[in-house]
Structure formats: C-alpha cells, structure tokens
C-alpha cells in the first residue's frame, strides 16, 4: 500500500471530483452544534469506549453459542445519538483515529458511528438513527465464524478462502435474524453492507427493502474504514486515497454517489488524523475539520517537510488564510509512517 506522499496531480483531481460537494457546502450549511466539542470529547471517549465492550461481549456470545443479548446494544446506540445530537464532530473524530488493535471491534464501531451520524443527517427519525447504529456494529459479526488464520491471513486468500470470508454476510444474518430486538434496518445491513448497486459485490439477495439508502450507505461506510485501517496483509491507507476510491467507485455506479457526497461531508476531504503538507511546506495534523469549507481544515503544524526539522507544534486554521498568499494551502496528504509520526497523539484527546 502507498509509503509516499499522494501526488499534486492526484490531489488536484480529487478536488476538482469534489467541487461540485464543495459549491453545495457553501449553499448548505451544516447547523451550529448543541455543545461545544470540548463539552462533549470525555463524554464521547467514554461511550465508544462502552460501545467497544457491549460489542466484544455480543461476539464472545457467538464464540460460545449463546444467544446474543441486543438490549445493551439498543442502549449504547441511543447514547451515540443522544452524544451525535450534542455534537457529532466529538464521537465522529474518535472513530476516524485509527489503532492498530482489536480490528474487528474498532471496525464495527466505527461503522456503527458513521451511519448514524449520516442516517441522522438524511432526516431519518429517531427509531432510524438508532438501527443503523445496531446494524452498523453488528454487520460483521458473522466474522467471528470465520477461522481466524484465515480472516487474520497476513497474505492474499486463495479462491476458496476468499469463499470462506464472504459467508460472514450469510452466517451474520442468520444469526441475528433469530435473535429477538433485533431492527429489520439492522438486518438488511448485515446482509448487505457488501453489495454495489452494478451487482458486483456479495450480498443476500431476499432482503426486504432492497437498495434501499441504508444498504447503499453501508457498503460506502465499510469500505472507507476497512481501507484506512491497518490489516495484517497491508498498511492502512491514506483517507485521501481512501475518498478517492469510493469516489472511483460511484463513478463506476459500484456506489451511491449522492450518498458518497454526503459521507464525505461529514468528515471531510482531509479528515481528522490526516497528515498534510502545506503549499509551503509545512506538515501537520488535521485535529478540526470545516463541512463548510472541506479544503480548510484547523491543523497543528509538527515539521518542516522539507528538512524533517521539528516545529511548533502549533495550531493553525486554514479558514483563517483561505485568501491570503502565504502557502498555507494543503497541497497534498502524508503517510504517517514515512515521517515516524503518530496522529492520535498529536489530537487534542486520545482515542479509546
């Protein structure tokens, strides 16, 4: 996977795919949170923190054959909204730092929180939001059916594990579906967070509700966070590229792209945790994004890129030198590995 800085050109291209988004940010604006982010960071820390023990319990119960319990992931996902409704840059930034543990549960969350903070945006009621929650951090727990040399296999699958994997889709429906409290939203999820509206991907196809917004929603929110995070058979991908595929994907009809527009309305074209190199040079880490102004993200400079000299670290934020010419513009995103540099560290909180 990518060790250098993505190309001028490529980011270039990747914000010309996007001005049609920005021109309708500029037209749209997101609304003023209910609290401020520093209110409601601890209080979001917390819950995802809870989120990840309810879901490790709900795949140990798979693991030892008993009946999963939904009334505690019925729960913690009415927390995530209530903490959305606060202010949902606080859970949504926590579930863009990336860790290199506990994969399967990071990933369930993290899925779980982008779709509610997305369904939520659509208009969707209450009962809604809080389905996608569920869905989204039940949809892989068919996983835990999988052999784990085969699901952890730090090197290509062969066609018949390849087969292997995809059966988590069928195993996860199957089981949640006689399990009692369980959403319909939730299980079409489950089914479907893996398939692509030209019919390329792997999904059940008697699900009631087909291709409806929360199955396509799902594929792209999937796809995102499995990308950006580490595996044991690649590195994590940058979220530049990362946006740049699911956009290459609605572009192929694979994805909704009015859906892939609204997803990265919410985090961003430079998401928090990204590593960028300004105009001028400079590196630093996006800590704050602006949905209004996706190209002008709040920064805390750590380098100069073109020594490796250490700086600052300070803050910056780009909407502050949007007009003026003094190279604070993002020109391209950094691997963090290249410059031995950790994200989550340079973030005003840490992630759980």
Do not use: C
Not at 33 to 43: D, R, T
Not at 63 to 74: D, L
Not at 109 to 122: D, K, P, Q
Request: proline residues 5%; negative net charge; hydrophobic residues 40%.
């Amino acid at each position: 996977m990518e060790t250098t800085p993505i190309d001028v050109d490529v980011q270039q291209q990747l914000e010309a795919q996007l001005k049609e988004l920005l021109d309708e940010s500029e037209s749209k604006p997101f609304s003023v949170p209910n609290v401020h982010i520093g209110e409601e960071q601890n209080k979001a820390a917390e819950i995802k923190k809870l989120a990840k023990k309810l879901v490790a319990n709900a795949l140990e119960d798979v693991r030892m054959g008993r009946q999963v319990a939904m009334k505690p992931i019925h729960d913690i996902s009415q927390r995530m909204m209530e903490s959305l409704l606060n202010n949902d840059d606080a859970l949504l930034n926590l579930s863009l730092i990336k860790r290199r543990d506990d994969y399967l549960l990071q990933h369930s969350v993290n899925v779980g929180i982008f779709l509610m903070a997305v369904v939520r945006s659509l208009g969707f009621e209450e009962g809604a939001v809080i389905a996608a929650g569920i869905g989204g951090m039940m949809h892989d727990i068919g996983m835990v059916r999988i052999p784990e040399e085969i699901y952890n296999k730090p090197s290509k699958l062969t066609e018949y594990e390849l087969r292997q994997v995809q059966k988590h889709v069928e195993l996860g429906h199957r089981l949640l579906v006689r399990t009692p409290g369980v959403p319909e939203t939730a299980l079409i999820i489950v089914g479907a967070h893996h398939s692509r509206l030209d019919g390329s991907g792997y999904a059940l196809t008697n699900l009631p509700g087909k291709d409806n917004q929360f199955q396509q929603l799902s594929a792209i929110v999937d796809i995102y966070d499995a990308l950006t995070s580490h595996r044991p058979y690649r590195k994590a991908w940058s979220a530049t590229n990362a946006l740049r595929k699911i956009h290459e994907m609605a572009s192929k009809h694979q994805l909704n792209a009015d859906l892939v527009q609204t997803f990265i309305r919410h985090i961003g074209i430079y998401p928090v945790g990204s590593l960028v190199r300004l105009e001028n040079q400079l590196i630093g880490v996006v800590i704050q994004t602006n949905r209004n102004q996706l190209l002008h993200p709040r920064i805390r400079l750590l380098l100069d890129g073109r020594d490796g000299k250490k700086i600052g670290p300070r803050e910056i934020d780009l909407m502050e030198w949007k007009d003026k010419q003094q190279g604070y513009t993002i020109v391209s995103s950094e691997h963090p590995e290249e410059w031995q540099i950790d994200p989550a560290t340079h973030l005003p909180h840490d992630a759980p």
